[in-house]
């Protein structure tokens, strides 16, 4: 069976012209996209209930990281996570920001907005946003680019 699989998309493919160009192809934005189909509708929707605020939920203890960060925590000096917990918090809110746009849930929304204020006072006066530097570490900021994940 694979290989007939196979064997019928090698046939497709050396049969499709080849001067398609990347220009010939359009994106479609998300928000143009509605998915009404008897499999993923089910799974959209227990990601929107059920993994969507367990992942948050996960998440708490980096959200501490950003009540340290902002004067909300006092700071701890043993900072508790990896040096890029940030981008797994950031991962999970842009997941809430999809799921938002095509369901609106007023108490999602309160969680999200609520994050993004913790995240947004934690910002230095220069721009800067990166918890484990601001409560750990702030004199090792832009030291190592290759591995301490601040250009994320």
């Excluded at 090698?10 to 010939?24: I, R, W």
């Excluded at 998440?59 to 900072?79: K, L, Q, S, T």
Aim: proline share 7%; glycine share 4%; hydrophobic share 40%.
């Amino acid at each position: 069976m694979h290989r007939i699989l196979i064997a019928s998309f090698f046939v497709l493919l050396c049969l499709s012209p080849l001067t398609a160009t990347a220009q010939e192809f359009n994106p479609v934005p998300f928000s143009d996209v509605d998915i009404e189909s008897g499999f993923w509708s089910p799974r959209l929707e227990t990601n929107r209930t059920v993994s969507i605020p367990h992942n948050l939920d996960t998440c708490e203890g980096r959200i501490d990281n950003f009540r340290h960060a902002c004067g909300d925590m006092p700071r701890d000096p043993d900072f508790h996570g990896h040096i890029f917990h940030d981008s797994d918090l950031y991962k999970v809110l842009e997941g809430v920001a999809y799921s938002l746009h095509t369901h609106p849930d007023p108490e999602l929304e309160a969680r999200l907005d609520a994050v993004i204020d913790l995240i947004a006072r934690s910002q230095q006066p220069d721009g800067y946003v990166n918890t484990w530097f601001t409560v750990a570490a702030p004199d090792r900021r832009w030291a190592n680019l290759a591995h301490d994940h601040e250009l994320y």
